[in-house]
């Protein structure tokens, strides 16, 4: 199965700032997917990243909030812009997984804006 | 649009004791279920996944889930837990008419005592 490596793994930060998580995976995969996991509740897609084309956003999500990077097949990044508390959540990088015909996740980005 | 709902938010049990945790799905067409597994400090893991055939799905560490198209339920089941099998249990759908993309329960904690 496809190995996903995401960092940082946690970070505090002050509020205004951005933070941007960098996910690298070991294998090519067309798709990336970044996941928002809120304390006690499910895990929200935030959007889908394509390679060599804009990212695709769902609904209550913007690109000028949250900015993503598709250079090429193995890697992705996520930029959290002007932050505030409530950004504060777990980000979750995630590709389709031919391997194990599901689909893998990161570590995990654990953020807390004060 | 495709939803899932996870009925059992927190569950406790002893060790030894049968583990059932709920999850339905809303969605008329083809389905493929999946649970995950989120262990402490450790990140999402596929624990099994239905796409068709036998709908009495096996997967890692002798859990098993039951796929009913006519109750839209994916059930995860173990006859006798861990203490290690303490973790958050994700039930997630994606659909051939729908979101190929998982669309996830909210998910259930378990705790297991020794």
């Known amino acids: 199965s496809a190995v996903i490596s995401q960092k940082p793994s946690r970070d505090i930060c002050q509020r205004g700032t951005s933070l941007t998580i960098q996910c690298q995976v070991d294998s090519q995969v067309t798709m990336m997917f970044w996941y928002r996991q809120q304390p006690g509740q499910s895990l929200t897609l935030i959007a889908t990243?394509?390679?060599?084309?804009?990212?695709?956003?769902e609904s209550g999500f913007v690109i000028d909030k949250f900015p993503i990077s598709r250079p090429n097949l193995t890697f992705s990044t996520l930029t959290v812009s002007n932050m505030s508390p409530e950004d504060s959540s777990i980000y979750l990088c995630?590709?389709?997984?031919?391997?194990?015909?599901?689909?893998?996740f990161g570590s995990g980005t654990r953020l807390t804006v004060v | 649009a495709q939803s899932v709902s996870q009925h059992n938010h927190h569950v406790i049990l002893s060790e030894a004791a049968s583990l059932e945790l709920g999850c339905n799905y809303s969605?008329?067409?083809?389905?493929?279920l999946f649970w995950y597994v989120q262990y402490p400090g450790q990140h999402l893991q596929l624990l099994l996944k239905?796409?068709?055939?036998?709908?009495l799905v096996k997967g890692i560490k002798g859990f098993e889930a039951e796929f009913i198209k006519s109750k839209f339920s994916f059930n995860l089941r173990k006859p006798s837990v861990q203490w290690s099998d303490t973790a958050e249990y994700f039930c997630?759908?994606?659909?051939?008419?729908?979101?190929?993309?998982?669309?996830f329960g909210r998910g259930t904690s378990l705790i297991v005592h020794p």
């Open positions: 239905y796409f068709s055939g036998d709908p």
């Open positions: 995630s590709v389709e997984d031919l391997g194990v015909n599901g689909y893998t």
């Open positions: 997630a759908v994606t659909s051939s008419g729908g979101s190929y993309i998982p669309t």
């Open positions: 990243a394509n390679q060599g084309s804009e990212a695709t956003y």
């Open positions: 969605y008329g067409g083809t389905v493929n």
